[in-house]
């Protein structure tokens, strides 16, 4: 097994020849890999799905996302060979515990949690040997969460990054990998605590910045009126995520806080150092940091517009529709670097 | 003379009787007013454009911007009635000494800059009774700059802030007002201490958080790599006015820099507050603080769809473009709270 990118392609492959898959979790993530999969013209055999909530397998049921919707995971998962968790990874425990004993010899189990390190642990302690335990994390998703939010395109040209042990199967690796790529992502497989690392700098410290923000601009809205009023487009992508549900993020500050209060420590390092040279009003180097910094912003993003095989995302603002509204978008479609700062 | 928001219609109306209008500077901000006034039926008689920079007057020329394109800035004022500076803040000192004996008595003159205090104190110092002088700011902008980045639509929707002296003709500053309207714009007046106060919180405190984690993450990926690889849409958002133009950040850092400071006195607070619950692995208040934030949120972003008359945001992402990308938009546009998180 390699710990480099084990797979770019982004070409759709068969679903990994998976022919009873059984997802857990009914929400934006686990409602999206079924209408990817109810959008297939070879679909697998048989699709379970299990949320705790009756009203959102209700939900399921009317959107008609699954062949089965079971009261339990254990049902759900009875001869499924494939098994993907989409709940909170606080809930990991308790629906191991309720499904390990149903888990058929050979079967693939991965979920879709945003911390990869605890995840691991809790596969590794509680799952059989005869089942091949691979944790992922597709990097996609939104603030809006449930059954309704989901979208079979979610995943198009998105990064699913896998997380295997050392002692995995080859072959089921490739075989999970070949599913994702399947629903139009990319796959790449390293190592949890990497995953982790990295994750903590570019989407838990932002998220965790983002709240802190929205806190602060809305106290400051308290006290004097009229901030969030006059705010524009750069407000609105900046504060975005803290949108995102709260419960999910309480878990992913606490199951990967020692990288977040790593990446935080460096985040304040620079922080001060610009705060500095504005107390200091030291009028050139401030200018040289910001132009360092604009052309590191313009490099990275060039570079990742430039990923070959990459689809528009489905990065959307929360802007109201007006009549004239989809014009607009055409016109700005044109002009594709333009936004409101 | 009133403090509160004058005017909140958003429906055109006449230029406000201006007939004689020079814009100085060329870049995002003055072509973009070029460019509106360009779309008119009711034109305005002589409209002058100068820019320092020749190779920019060049090309404001190939796109027929405007009536004259002038080598100084006082040849462009010479007659106007109104005067729209549209330059670095650090510039008005020179540019206003070069034009001050040119300034009609009776006209007005206003500018787009980001700080108001520190205009209000040079416009006082440096500009004749005669002429009205109403610092002014619309809360529009791109990261993109120049020439060619301007857009005729930049104002719709878009807050215009006045912020007049206390002595000011009225007639002047609902004149002043009309213009904006009729570009698209809507127009509150404030005290220039208040508009810094505000936009401190609101769009200088975040630009300076997005520049630090732009810097974190560049300086990560140095030490380890594949950050920003893996990085999602709400990295991309966060960090998207990082790329902003550097000379005028600096300047509005250092010209705001009081308010500036004190905003992010206030969100360190709340950052601390958040760091440590997770430090201490206190998960009940986390979740608490969390979802108020995640509340606050919901109420700011809907109050603000909700705002009578506002016309959709040209808020714009930098996907990369494919064949399918106007389909995918279409799609997305049907689903207007969706973005990748």
């Known amino acids: ?11 759709a492959q068969g679903l990994g020849d998976f022919q009873r898959i059984a997802v857990i979790g009914g929400g934006l993530m686990g409602s999206s890999v079924l209408r990817a999969l109810r959008a297939r013209s070879d679909q697998p055999a048989m699709l379970s799905v299990h949320d705790i909530c009756a009203r959102t397998r209700d939900r399921l049921g009317q959107f008609g996302l ?21 709940i909170p990874v606080g809930a990991f425990g308790p629906v191991l515990q309720a499904i390990r004993a149903e888990l058929q010899p050979g079967a693939t189990i991965t979920d879709v949690g945003s911390v990869k390190t605890t995840v691991s642990d809790t596969f590794g302690h509680m799952l059989p040997a005869h089942v091949h335990a691979i944790p992922g994390h597709p990097i996609a998703g939104k603030e809006a969460s449930g059954p309704e939010a989901g979208c079979g395109q979610l995943f198009h040209g998105r990064w699913v990054i896998l997380t295997p042990e050392q002692n995995v199967d ?21 190592s949890a605590q990497k995953h982790d690392s990295i994750l903590a700098m570019t989407s838990h410290l932002p998220h965790l910045l983002a709240f802190s923000m929205m806190k602060t601009v809305r106290d400051a809205e308290g006290r004097q009126g009229d901030c969030t009023r006059f705010s524009a487009g750069g407000f609105r992508d900046f504060t975005r995520i803290a949108g995102s549900d709260a419960l999910m993020w309480r878990d992913i500050f606490m199951d990967n806080r020692d990288n977040v209060l790593a990446a935080l ?9 610009l705060k500095s040279h504005i107390e200091e009003a030291d009028s050139g180097p401030l200018l040289e940091m910001l132009e360092h910094i604009r052309e590191s912003h313009r490099q990275t993003f060039t570079a990742a517009v430039r990923q070959p095989g990459l689809v528009a995302e489905p990065v959307m603002t929360n802007v109201p529709l007006c009549p004239n509204a989809q014009a607009d978008w055409s016109r700005i479609l044109s002009n594709a670097d333009d936004r409101v700062a």
């Open 265 to 273: 420590s460096q985040f304040l390092v620079q922080l001060s150092a």
């Open 66 to 86: 699954a062949d089965r919707y079971c009261a339990t995971a254990a049902s759900a998962v009875a001869g499924a060979d494939l098994v993907i968790l989409a």
């Open 170 to 190: 080859d072959r089921a690796l490739t075989r999970l990998s070949d599913f994702w790529i399947s629903l139009g992502a990319r796959v790449a497989s390293m």
């Open 1 to 11: 097994m390699t710990m480099t990118p084990i797979n770019e392609r982004c070409d």
